[in-house]
């Protein structure tokens, strides 16, 4: 069979089953399902959504790219991404349950109970803003891997892919993410699995000879990129709609687990895959030369595809579902208890306008791997603010006040450094993540404390008076 059957066959079968599930999914279009899942998501679906976020659309290109510089070596890449994941654990129950009390369907609803609004604005601006160039991407990768497959080139490959993703949105909403997440984590563990048992593992002196080509500066810079990790939006989300505080904690955990032996398929399907591939330094170049005609094994780069186009549509649809959820509540303010049918119409009517904006944007992309790093480096800004909202017991003007101007601050700070670029040198990610973090540590102990202590002090003198 030909590169263009396979793809008709694999695609044809993987989008019946997406069709079928936002069909199913149109029974939530009233209700609260369609909004956050009614907040009975269960531990499997949670799982799929995270593990799926890890190897997400804009978090894929990346590491294809990370696996043709360091090969075996990128484990050591992934390291400190599982470990920050643990420090979202430990906050998961709260964030669970602050999402129960409050009604929290965003992390900028969080933020406003945990800080304030004026910082909830702040960052609702940075989730709507990485969302939305993330998503780009997304579709970009989406449109270069359907394009090449069927051969009918990027552009519309990436028309074909926003059409897609408009129309299960569109149907079923959130419910619709949930369902079709956990089909694409069954996909991309398959794939995994398979890569496992029919290609070779590489031999010691292979991983000992590529251990002296590591670049440091540019593998430092990926590690500081794990910063991303408690950042990002989908996540939380993702938290705020499982049925306990436990299951959140449990799928965050075990997700570790199994992307640590996806992430092991994937090097080795990579390795296959990019054996015989001219590999410089557009990444680009690597889709182009895999999906293509010539290629010499045709069902390898038709699952490889599948396996990459499931990752993309498991998080390019949350992403556009972020920006459209965080536009309608918070600059739009409809609130979804009080006015669902207005909310729901509202985020279709967004949708379509964000994946039409979004293509057009995704036409223009040329550096692709730059493109995801400027916008993935600046989300994790966002990291610490949700951290500090969790762990805080309510929010106070002062504190509002302070945490804005820092944001502000930092922003502008990345921004300039980005346009001098200073990040070149991609260990200097890591100063505005500093520049924002000591001065809001500086804010956390003087609250917990400092204030208290000397709040039990004129208690005690107004007891003497």
Same mark, same amino acid.
């Given at each position: ?86 420090? @979202? ?162 799928? @965050? ?30 990444? /680009? ?44 509540? /918070? ?135």
């Amino acid at each position: 069979m030909s590169l263009l059957q396979y793809t008709l066959l694999f695609f044809g079968l993987y989008l019946a089953v997406i069709t079928y599930i936002s069909w199913r999914a149109r029974y939530h279009d009233h209700g609260e399902g369609f909004i956050i899942g009614s907040r009975r998501i269960g531990f499997l679906e949670t799982l799929a959504a995270f593990v799926n976020i890890f190897r997400s659309g804009s978090a894929l290109p990346l590491w294809l790219w990370i696996i043709s510089i360091f090969g075996v070596w990128s484990f050591v890449a992934i390291i400190p991404y599982y470990i920050l994941f643990a420090v @979202v654990a430990l906050v998961a129950p709260i964030a669970r349950r602050k999402a129960i009390e409050h009604n929290i369907v965003t992390v900028s609803d969080l933020v406003k109970v945990g800080i304030g609004p004026y910082t909830a604005h702040l960052t609702s601006f940075i989730s709507i803003y990485a969302a939305f160039l993330i998503a780009a991407a997304q579709l970009f990768m989406g449109g270069t891997v359907l394009g090449g497959l069927l051969g009918v080139g990027r552009d519309i490959g990436i028309v074909i892919t926003a059409v897609t993703v408009a129309s299960y949105l569109w149907v079923g909403g959130y419910m619709t993410l949930i369902r079709t997440d956990f089909f694409q984590f069954i996909v991309i563990l398959i794939l995994a699995f398979l890569a496992y048992v029919f290609i070779d593992w590489p031999t010691m002196e292979q991983v000992s000879d590529s251990y002296a080509d590591i670049d440091w500066n540019i593998l430092s810079g990926i590690m500081i990129g794990a910063l991303t990790i408690m950042a990002v939006p989908d996540v939380w989300q993702r938290i705020f709609s499982a049925d306990s505080g436990k299951t959140a904690r449990n799928a @965050v955990l075990f997700t570790t687990l199994v992307d640590a032996f996806i992430v092991g398929g994937i090097i080795l399907l990579c390795t296959y895959v990019l054996r015989d591939t001219a590999i410089d330094s557009d990444t /680009n170049a690597i889709f182009g030369n895999i999906f293509t005609e010539n290629y010499p094994a045709p069902i390898v780069a038709v699952l490889f595809g599948l396996f990459i186009f499931s990752a993309l549509m498991s998080t390019l649809d949350n992403n556009v579902y972020i920006f459209t959820s965080s536009f309608t509540k /918070n600059v739009l303010g409809i609130n979804q208890e009080k006015d669902k049918d207005n909310f729901i119409k509202w985020s279709r009517f967004l949708t379509i306008i964000m994946l039409s904006s979004l293509s057009f944007l995704a036409f223009t992309i040329e550096d692709l791997i730059q493109f995801l790093f400027d916008t993935t480096m600046y989300l994790i800004i966002l990291g610490p603010f949700i951290i500090y909202a969790c762990l805080s017991k309510k929010a106070d003007k002062t504190t509002d006040y302070i945490m804005l101007i820092l944001g502000i601050l930092v922003s502008v700070l990345y921004f300039t450094m980005q346009f001098n670029g200073c990040f070149e040198n991609m260990t200097l990610y890591i100063v505005p993540y500093v520049a924002l973090v000591i001065p809001m540590f500086g804010v956390w102990l003087v609250k917990t404390v400092f204030i208290p202590h000397q709040d039990h002090q004129n208690s005690d003198n107004s007891g003497r008076l």
